[in-house]
């Protein structure tokens, strides 16, 4: 349970060894390096944006590449592959394609610009698509398009927005146009919301003709050529079918380059490397000769880079300890099971400055929360051991996804320790299925109580842990003022509360409220009872003239007081909060015990054992998902809320060291 301490870290080198310096540290991984620092007559920043954005533009297109060969030749991957984490690569590879990386980019941009004429090829198969379908209402044209008429006539080809066979349009015509007195009209065809049409007059009748059209809504098409519609729709399709051609000539043009995937993911991490590097050096102030960096780093590991710089490099380093008005970046360092739970913690906000680190605590109540709400010995081996075995399959997945999974292997634990105790093996499936199929009841007794036999006591233990996980953030609160040497503090804000809060329990405790909501009966002697009620009047008094101490008009601290006291409600709703463990607990017992009654309604034959086995399995699966979501929501939630809420604010500042952080691969260190 530790915020690794840190220091404040100067160092002055040559200009000459920059790059190399800060490819050293970059490896190392170890410092954050301030970057908003000011520039004087002296000291300058170097403008890096042209190679930046050289690294930014190769980056995107290696991971374009990356992208195009997923898209047209994906890796084969199994359903857990993204448990596999990164590809481990050794540095002579990684040096490699470095040297290389001339050829790799040009690969890279074959692969862009074979991608872009496939874009290209496809809005033109589109483009002929949709031509055809223009073309289709005309297929039955068996003149072009742009055909204007004969010798002696006039054609007219184009549609109206109204639906008409052909007697309609002669009629439509004729009374648009009734000095025309010979002309031919056809209908082509006709769809939702238009008529195709052509019509035939004397050249002579032209103008008038094209006027009456006109006033029924007649338009040419957008579309016009010398072929016939059907021909030109059987070109289109010729086209079409070359470009489709071609695509599959591209694509498969792209799968040749297939085994270059591993060279541009290294690329890509490199230039995105390379890109931090530069981010960097554009932040340094620099001299003619020399450039300054500061920054943080961990106690632990400042004495090592030091010697190594030093070692490495003609330079002078300073390593400090951080001034009282810095706020510096905060660093975990837990054992491995509390580190598991770190990020519940991150979560809600790193330590602020003079805060513990509450995780190893938090990660013992987590564990114990966690396994009460699920409570099914059978449910905590399944998450435990899928946990494990996935943990030992896949070495080398996230940093991130192990945490979380040994976070739940933890869990699985206790639930299978709280699952005993409560006697829950998927639910009662041992009575049941002994019942059904075996004619005979066995039950494997509970080694403490069955919580749906008797839900009053488990809400009274639910109770009970509830008030020792508050006192403990209490207690934690304590502990931080007795170690800031704030002794008043600690009485007042603490010591105060627990005065009054064990007043008002020992008060409860024998009272006939109690007693009808336990069934527990407690008998205290007069003194103990004195004692109580002492306690909880010179708690609330204490309370009242203390906490508003600061304020040295006494009417008002005596307000300020009375509301700090009126704050006694909101211990009661945390109280009743931790009812979630009954609730959760409960939830999980009787939902098992519905499945396994569900199944054995077919009774003990062929057919009833199937169905008992399908739906054990069903019901059973979804159970636990939906339980296991739901107790690690609530168990959050008392972590945040009840437990934080006594004496965690968070809001510290995460460690951001500068190191290599690639996408791909990681890259195997030389020893």
Known sequence: MAVLEMQRIGICAMKKDRKKLLELLQQKGVVEIDANVEEDEVFKKMDTSSSRNIFEKNAQVAERALEILQEYVPEKKGMLASLEGKALVDSEKYNS???????????????????????????????????????????????????????????????????????????????????VEAFFAEVISTDRDQTYLCVLCGKKDAAAMEEGLRSIGFARPSQIGSLLPADRQEQLRKKREALVKKNEEIISQIGSFGESRRDLELAADYYRVRLDKYEVLGGLIQSKNTFLLTGYVPKVEAEAIRQELEKSFT????????????????????????????????????????????????????????????????????????????????????????????????????????????????????????????????????????????????????????????????????????????????????????????????????????ASISQMYFTFPAAVNTLAKVMAIGGAAGICLMSGRANKNFALRIALGAYDLYNVTGWLSDVLSYSRLLALGLATGVIASVINSMGSMMGSGVVGAIVFILVFVVGHVLNLAINLLGAYVHTNRLQYVEFFGKFYEGGGRPFNPFNMKTKYVDIKEEK
């Not at 470095?98 to 090829?121: C, F, H, P, T, Y």
């Not at 114990?368 to 081996?381: K, Q």
């Open 97 to 179: 394609v470095i040297r290389g990386q001339d050829a790799i980019m040009s690969k890279a941009r074959q692969l862009v610009s074979l991608s872009r004429q496939i874009a290209e090829n496809n809005a033109n198969i589109q483009k002929r698509e949709n031509q055809i379908e223009a073309l289709e209402p005309w297929k039955n044209l068996d003149v072009p398009m742009n055909f204007m008429g004969t010798k002696k006539t006039v054609g007219f080809v184009g549609t109206v927005s109204e639906l008409m066979n052909t007697e309609q349009l002669y009629a439509a015509v004729t009374q648009a146009v009734p000095d």
């Open 315 to 514: 330079l002078s380093v300073e390593v400090s300890d951080v001034e009282e008005e810095d706020v510096p970046p905060i660093l975990l360092k837990n054992g491995k099971l509390a580190a598991s739970f770190e990020g519940v913690v991150e979560s809600f906000g790193l330590p602020g400055k003079g805060e513990i680190d509450p995780t190893a605590i938090m990660a013992w109540c987590y564990i114990f929360l966690f396994g009460l709400m699920l409570s099914d010995a059978a449910y905590g081996f399944i998450v435990f051991l899928a946990c494990a075995i996935i943990l030992k399959k896949f070495p080398r997945m996230g940093e991130g996804m192990q945490k979380s999974l040994r976070l739940f292997m933890y869990c699985g634990v206790s639930t299978l320790v709280w699952g005993v105790l409560f006697g829950g093996y998927f639910g009662d499936v041992v009575d049941v299925v002994s019942r059904t199929f075996f004619g005979n009841q066995v039950t494997i007794k509970a080694l403490w109580f069955v919580p749906l036999n008797d839900p009053m006591k488990m809400l009274v233990y639910s109770m009970l842990f509830g008030l020792i996980h508050m006192f403990l953030g209490l207690g934690l609160k304590a502990y931080m003022l007795i170690r800031d040497k704030k002794y008043l503090d600690c009485f007042c804000d603490v010591g105060l509360w627990l005065i009054f809060l064990m007043g008002l329990i020992l008060m409860f405790l024998p009272s006939s409220m109690f």
